[in-house]
């Protein structure tokens, strides 16, 4: 069993800076591979990155590609997100999610979900 807190949404003007990060319980966190995810009022989730179980093997949505970094340590059991750049678009809440395998690049299948923080980009 996983339990995920995101923490570190907020409200931030286009071209500013913010960093999510997700606290999870549980002596497994560093078995998990771990991504985010985000849903935009009247749209659907998507996903935004992923991460391995070891750190290694970032992937990013494109819409996202170079603007966010995703990392963990797993000594203090945190995922986080940097995200520069920020832009109208990116604002949605933003959830933390883990899975045993490989995190797929759709929200579909995903063991373990957060409750979401959100993020607001003002124009």
């Known amino acids: 069993q996983v339990q995920l807190v995101e923490s570190g949404g907020g409200l931030v003007q286009a071209g500013g800076s913010l960093r999510l990060s997700c606290s999870a319980s549980g002596r497994t966190f560093s078995s998990y591979g771990m991504g985010w995810f985000r849903q935009a009022p009247g749209k659907e989730r998507e996903f935004v990155a992923r991460?391995?179980?070891?750190?290694?093997?970032?992937y990013y949505a494109d819409s996202v590609k170079g603007r966010f970094t995703i990392s963990r340590d797993n000594a203090k059991n945190t995922l986080y997100l940097q995200m520069n750049s920020l832009k109208p678009e990116d604002t949605a809440v933003y959830y933390c999610?883990?899975?045993?395998?490989?995190?797929?690049?759709?929200?579909?299948?995903?063991?373990?979900w957060g409750k979401g923080a959100l993020v607001t980009v003002s124009s």
């Open positions: 991460i391995g179980y070891l750190g290694d093997l970032e």
């Open positions: 999610a883990a899975k045993w395998t490989v995190v797929p690049t759709t929200p579909l299948g995903m063991d373990y």
